[in-house]
């Protein structure tokens, strides 16, 4: 293998080597809830060792986005890795490398005020650390930040040559933009097949698209569980679910994602019923409403056992899918296109209108008790940054307290964890919430 293939994979091999430890501790150290947050973990370890696989053995894999449907890419059996996963997922996962990292994007090239997701994009691919795939399937959507990242990729050495994909996304959610989307979709395959060689029966997108129906039919149900006072569970499980759904796998039964489902919506009844939640006091239901920072770590526990303040619902465990109607190729071409537009995180909150997003706010806030409302105002969410002050409307018209915090969500340098702790804790007491 020459170094160019060793350095893209150095980092895979790294977190993969912090995601066997944390599975042998979990072993080793078992506790209540390990059987929940192990197989996670598994999940995101076994795509790795994958993807380092393909390098290694240069096997044809792609690199897609995660609007991309995993039950197309699993029932063409080809392999692929979400290129910027990283970014996210260092939330609980232990990364030697993101401080460097951040401190390095202070000096690129590129405007300070862009999106640290996306200068951190633009960073790996400078430095070689993203296995460099058989080809990409890229987006447009939803906000202009993520069209500068495709150029980027498209243009750049490292890259330059990787075959690449963009499917076209209207902005308008009628017939005709969904119908053309399923198209888009078409020619997402056809794409794939060129580069790859995989081919897609439709009987087997099927059988994808009905596993994973399933579960989404029981992350609904484990969204409805989470309405009940106290909450079963924290946000962690939560959020776990959208990588359960979105990521390689998800559409194969021997994967086991379904059975992990399972589980969590039988240990939430079972909390429930016994009213013996995972965090015990919970005086304050909060709606965070965008995706939790990468370092929630360092700021739920805090919030929990020093205001009793428990993450009722936020946008990365909230779930607002639609099931797919698998009895033909175009009713389930058109529902992948649907759900790819409109549902994903990030992707609901900036693709959807401003009365939407209102609305959707409202009634979070009324069907999950929310005592307050926090809007961490990310410094990459500038669009629904425009909407502050409508969001405070809502929540005055709702009687639920409101608090803008202005943040960014990857780096914590720019409002301390120090100043957001004070920031909370002075909305909670101001709003006699604690």
Excluded at 48 to 62: G, I, W
Excluded at 150 to 175: G, K
Excluded at 213 to 227: F, G, I, K, S
Aim: net charge negative; proline share 6%.
């Amino acid at each position: 293998m020459d170094a160019r293939k060793r350095k893209s994979i150095s980092r895979s091999l790294e977190r993969i080597a912090t995601l066997e430890l944390m599975l042998e501790q979990i072993e080793q150290q078992p506790t209540e809830l390990g059987h929940l947050y192990k197989p996670p973990l598994e999940n995101m370890l076994r795509q790795d060792r994958k993807t380092v696989s393909c390098v290694e053995n240069d096997e044809p894999f792609l690199a897609s986005e995660f609007t991309t449907p995993v039950e197309i890419m699993t029932a063409m059996g080809v392999h692929w890795y979400f290129h910027l996963e990283r970014a996210f997922s260092t939330g609980g996962i232990p990364d030697s490398h993101m401080q460097e990292d951040l401190e390095a994007i202070q000096s690129m090239p590129v405007p300070m005020d862009l999106c640290t997701f996306v200068r951190l994009s633009f960073h790996y691919l400078e430095l070689g650390v993203l296995p460099r795939p058989t080809a990409y399937i890229s987006m447009v959507h939803p906000c202009d930040p993520i069209s500068s990242m495709h150029a980027a990729y498209m243009h750049h050495s490292q890259w330059r040559d990787v075959p690449m994909f963009m499917p076209d996304a209207p902005y308008h959610m009628d017939r005709a933009s969904i119908d053309y989307y399923a198209d888009e979709l078409r020619r997402t395959v056809d794409f794939i097949t060129e580069h790859t060689g995989k081919t897609l029966e439709i009987e087997r997108l099927r059988e994808a698209t009905e596993e994973t129906n399933r579960c989404y039919r029981l992350w609904l149900e484990y969204h409805d569980l989470r309405r009940a006072i106290p909450a079963p569970h924290g946000p962690n499980l939560a959020r776990a679910c959208t990588g359960m759904v979105m990521t390689e796998g998800a559409g194969l039964r021997e994967h086991g994602h379904l059975e992990w489902f399972e589980d969590l919506v039988a240990d939430a009844e079972t909390r429930v019923v016994e009213s013996r939640p995972e965090v015990p006091d919970q005086r304050i239901r909060v709606l965070w409403f965008d995706f939790l920072p990468v370092f929630a770590d360092e700021i739920l526990p805090w919030m929990e056992r020093e205001c009793g303040a428990v993450i009722a619902m936020d946008m990365s465990g909230n779930c607002p899918f639609q099931l797919i109607d698998t009895t033909s190729e175009a009713t389930m071409f058109r529902g992948l296109a649907r759900r790819a537009l409109r549902d994903p995180v990030m992707v609901r909150q900036s693709h959807s209108t401003a009365g939407e997003i209102l609305a959707e706010m409202a009634r979070l806030v009324r069907d999950f008790r929310i005592d307050g409302v926090i809007f961490p105002g990310h410094m990459g969410h500038k669009d629904q940054a425009a909407n502050i002050s409508l969001m405070r409307e809502t929540c005055r018209e709702a009687g639920v307290p409101f608090l803008s915090i202005g943040m960014d969500s990857f780096d914590p340098s720019y409002t301390s964890v120090d100043e957001i702790k004070n920031r909370i804790s002075r909305f909670f007491a101001g709003a006699g919430l604690n």
